[in-house]
T-cell receptor, first 114, second 113 residues
Framework: KAGVTQTPRYLIKTRGQQVTLSCSPISGHRSVSWYQQTPGQGLQFLFEYFSETQRNKGNFPGRFSGRQFSNSRSEMNVSTLELGDSALYLC?????????????FGPGTRLTVL | QKEVEQDPGPLSVPEGAIVSLNCTYSNSAFQYFMWYRQYSRKGPELLMYTYSSGNKEDGRFTAQVDKSSKYISLFIRDSQPSDSATYLCAMSAINTGGFKTIFGAGTRLFVKA
């Protein structure tokens, strides 16, 4: 069974631009969560999607948004990029909501903002 | 104060040593406790999962949870160079929005051959 895939793997943008990251969960998984990982703050929860609806949200500004499609694939968007948005963005999928014991992470998208 | 505290290390040990990794937390609502391993340029991989207090063993890995002290540990026996990675603790609680999961900063472990 294929794992969680994320595209692109690497991205370089400049301040003020916007970016869209994509995540394809494991087949059959319906919950997708997004995280931001930085050396200073560690892994921080962005939001969770289940059945095309945002179910849970972390403490990030409104510039960070996401959506989930009917096939459970998810995208996250960051608008008006800031230098501090440089991070590894990880997507994790699980079978159901709150399945912390079966949450599988993708390899991440490394975003660099210049 | 962060909800979950984890020493970032790095921790360097010789091959075969017993490794002890720890996290402390402040929120008594946490019920689910996890340890993840993250290799360079990879996403975190779930190693151990424990519900509430107690011990759980899986091969060379043992997870311990002491809710009275708000302290969790991961022990690695007979450590191998392939165990060199960053180890993240994570804890979950149920809130009105669903599950809230908080990760520790991660401890970098180096096992020298």
């Amino acid at each position: 069974k294929a794992g969680v895939t994320q595209t692109p793997r690497y991205l370089i943008k400049t301040r003020g631009q916007q970016v869209t990251l994509s995540c394809s969960p494991i087949s059959g998984h319906r919950s997708v969560s997004w995280y931001q990982q930085t050396p200073g703050q560690g892994l921080q929860f962005l939001f969770e999607y289940f059945s095309e609806t945002q179910r849970n949200k972390g403490n990030f500004p409104g510039r960070f948004s996401g959506r989930q499609f009917s096939n459970s694939r998810s995208e996250m968007n960051v608008s008006t990029l800031e230098l501090g948005d440089s991070a590894l963005y990880l997507c994790a999928s699980s079978l159901e909501r709150g399945s912390t014991d079966t949450q599988y992470f993708g390899p991440g998208t490394r975003l660099t903002v210049l | 104060q962060k909800e979950v505290e984890q020493d970032p290390g790095p921790l360097s040990v010789p091959e075969g040593a017993i490794v002890s990794l720890n996290c402390t937390y402040s929120n008594s609502a946490f019920q689910y406790f996890m340890w993840y391993r993250q290799y360079s340029r990879k996403g975190p991989e779930l190693l151990m999962y424990t519900y509430s207090s107690g011990n759980k063993e899986d091969g060379r890995f043992t997870a311990q949870v002491d809710k009275s002290s708000k302290y969790i540990s991961l022990f690695i026996r007979d450590s191998q160079p392939s165990d060199s990675a960053t180890y993240l603790c994570a804890m979950s609680a149920i809130n009105t929005g669903g599950f809230k999961t908080i990760f520790g900063a991660g401890t970098r472990l180096f096992v020298k051959a």
